[in-house]
Nanobody, 126 residues
Framework: QVQLVESGGGLVQAGGSLRLSCAASGRTFSSYAMGWFRQAPGKEREFVATISQTGSTYYTDSVKGRFTSSRDNAKNTVYLQMNSLKLEDTAVYYC????????????????????WGQGTQVTVSS
């Protein structure tokens, strides 16, 4: 079992930055690929970013060049640095973990992930 706890959400003006953190329990964090998803009001949850066990990353087009995911295996933590935030980035952000070594086509799918955090709210204001 892996427990995930997100933090770092909040209210920020458009153009600003936030860094989300996702702390994982357990001793095998390095064996998990980690994903970031978000759900805006009235919309389905969508893929944002993923970082593999080796540190390779993949992003949805709408955040490329603005968001960066990284991981610190010594701290059992994955991060999502969000810059140049836009109003449309407003959502609850979730981190998720999977032992899958699948390709990006799999890691963008919710069903690939076994464990989920509770989410953290990010609100971007004008």
């Amino acid at each position: 079992q892996v427990q995930l706890v997100e933090s770092g959400g909040g209210l920020v003006q458009a153009g600003g930055s936030l860094r989300l953190s996702c702390a994982a329990s357990g001793r095998t964090f390095s064996s998990y690929a980690m994903g970031w998803f978000r759900q805006a009001p009235g919309k389905e949850r969508e893929f944002v970013a993923t970082i593999s066990q080796t540190g390779s990353t993949y992003y949805t087009d709408s955040v490329k060049g603005r968001f960066t995911s990284s991981r610190d295996n010594a701290k059992n933590t994955v991060y999502l640095q969000m810059n140049s935030l836009k109003l449309e980035d407003t959502a609850v952000y979730y981190c998720a973990a999977t032992t899958s070594w699948g390709n990006w086509g799999n890691l963008i799918r919710e069903r690939e992930y076994d464990y989920w955090g509770q989410g953290t709210q990010v609100t971007v204001s004008s």
